[in-house]
């Protein structure tokens, strides 16, 4: 076989092994369960509101019909609400900024989709023992299609030499024996690229996750319910968290000031509290692990031990490289608490809500206005005071004086 028709042979191998891939990649993006559960799951529900509205019905409410507008406010959540009344409104009700997502058009149909004919339970997940799925899931029928394709371009290759060689034996044309396709160097060296360029791509998504840890919810050695605290009983955040508006760290509080309370609250008594497996939670028994730690006494009514620190298990975990300041989000910033950490005073044991990465960092700089105007703390920023008293601009991004310049956050 001549050099032009061999490379021709080779280089259409080769656009069918990527037309099937490219195959098999648009069915995996085109998975609105999947998309949905790893974008939206955190704080969207199918039927129920969660940190975010319920999203059943969500093109029959405000601009969503439109979806050149849905697609804007998933992208960009605050600029979009600068101008459309509802999207401002829905974000003033819950109290929370939405995280803008980097999702293509049709990622975003996918997702529609999924939504629209969710499974039983209204949660966007699968509902154990009943084996449904999403209607219209194609996902699994494109990937099946895509091996079809697969073992028939190979079929095809293969009657296609066979026919080579039936041909040329007519012609009188002695060809060797073929070499077998593990000794083929052709074939050695596109199975050593695509497992070299495989191999990147999945070393390359694992470094960019590296550290995040986005719904991590470890158990705890006391089971402290920040729904009890914080929402049924309206603790004040500070109350426990106190350096959170004044310090780097928000800290947690030692042993002593979860005493100032239960020395007098010895037994549980609200509603029904359970762990995430489902298992039932006796709140007096916890309670009691707390006197433990403490060396209190509740019969003797006196410590009669010495106490020792609960060891926590910490959550929310940032690089050695990176700085973090509390206080100049909280009380600079006037970030409230919610923004990163979703509606604590709804959960019970608490998990991570935000993965914390730079580029969620960064795109909430980009588009979080601060509370410029009679604070302190921008004095110095003379040019904008003025450009705001006349009119020139109406509000001050945090990437506007300075964040999202490298050294602000990283040593």
């Known amino acids: 076989m001549n050099q032009p028709k061999l490379l021709l042979r080779k280089s259409f191998t080769l656009f069918l092994v990527f037309v099937c891939l490219f195959i098999a990649n648009n069915s995996f993006a085109q998975d609105g369960k999947a998309l949905f559960q790893t974008n939206c799951a955190s704080c969207h529900a199918i039927n129920k509101?969660?940190?975010?509205?319920?999203?059943?019905?969500?093109?029959?409410?405000?601009?969503?019909?439109?979806?050149?507008?849905?697609?804007?406010?998933?992208?960009?959540?605050?600029?979009?609400?600068?101008?459309?009344?509802?999207?401002?409104?829905?974000?003033?009700?819950?109290?929370?900024?939405?995280?803008?997502?980097?999702?293509?058009?049709?990622?975003?149909?996918?997702?529609?989709?999924?939504?629209?004919?969710?499974?039983?339970?209204?949660?966007?997940?699968?509902?154990?023992?009943?084996g449904d799925q999403p209607a219209e899931d194609n996902s699994l029928l494109f990937g099946i299609l895509a091996l079809v394709l697969a073992v028939v371009a190979l079929i095809l290759l293969q009657i296609n030499s066979n026919l080579k060689k039936l041909t040329d034996e007519k012609d009188g044309v002695v060809r060797g024996e073929p070499v077998a396709f593990w000794k083929n160097k052709a074939y050695i060296a596109t199975g050593i690229i695509l497992l070299f360029l495989t191999g990147g791509y999945l070393v390359a998504q694992s470094m960019i996750g590296l550290g995040r840890q986005t719904n991590y919810q470890p158990e705890q050695p006391i089971f402290y319910s920040h729904k009890v605290h914080a929402g049924i009983n309206q603790v004040n955040c500070l109350y426990c968290h106190g350096s959170a508006m004044e310090g780097k760290h928000a800290n947690i509080p030692s042993v002593n000031v979860c005493m100032n309370c239960h020395m007098a609250i010895n037994e549980y008594k609200g509603e029904k509290l359970f762990h995430p497996d489902g298992s039932e939670v006796n709140g007096t028994a916890e309670i009691q692990k707390l006197y433990k730690y403490a060396g209190w006494d509740p019969t003797a009514n006196k410590y009669t031990a010495e106490g020792k620190p609960i060891e926590w298990v910490k959550i929310?975990?940032?690089?050695?490289?990176?700085?973090?300041?509390?206080?100049?989000?909280?009380?600079?910033?006037?970030?409230?608490?919610?923004?990163?950490?979703?509606?604590?005073?709804?959960?019970?044991?608490?998990?991570?809500?935000?993965?914390?990465?730079?580029?969620?960092?960064?795109?909430?700089?980009?588009?979080?206005?601060?509370?410029?105007?009679?604070?302190?703390?921008?004095?110095?920023?003379?040019?904008?005071?003025?450009?705001?008293?006349?009119?020139?601009?109406?509000?001050?991004?945090?990437?506007?004086?300075?964040?999202?310049?490298c050294q602000k956050c990283h040593y």
């Open 316 to 405: 929310h975990s940032l690089p050695d490289h990176v700085y973090f300041n509390h206080s100049q989000h909280t009380k600079a910033g006037g970030v409230q608490c919610q923004t990163c950490h979703g509606e604590i005073q709804k959960m019970d044991e608490v998990y991570q809500f935000s993965n914390l990465s730079m580029g969620w960092c960064i795109n909430c700089h980009r588009e979080t206005s601060v509370k410029f105007k009679d604070n302190g703390f921008y004095s110095m920023y003379e040019k904008f005071h003025n450009d705001i008293k006349n009119g020139k601009m109406d509000s001050v991004t945090v990437e506007k004086i300075g964040g999202t310049e």
């Open 49 to 130: 509101k969660l940190t975010g509205p319920a999203l059943a019905g969500l093109e029959e409410r405000g601009p969503w019909s439109d979806r050149k507008k849905l697609y804007a406010w998933i992208k960009n959540p605050s600029a979009f609400a600068k101008s459309d009344a509802y999207a401002a409104a829905l974000m003033k009700e819950y109290g929370v900024a939405m995280t803008p997502f980097n999702l293509s058009d049709a990622e975003v149909d996918a997702i529609v989709k999924f939504v629209n004919t969710p499974v039983p339970g209204g949660d966007g997940k699968k509902t154990e023992g009943t």
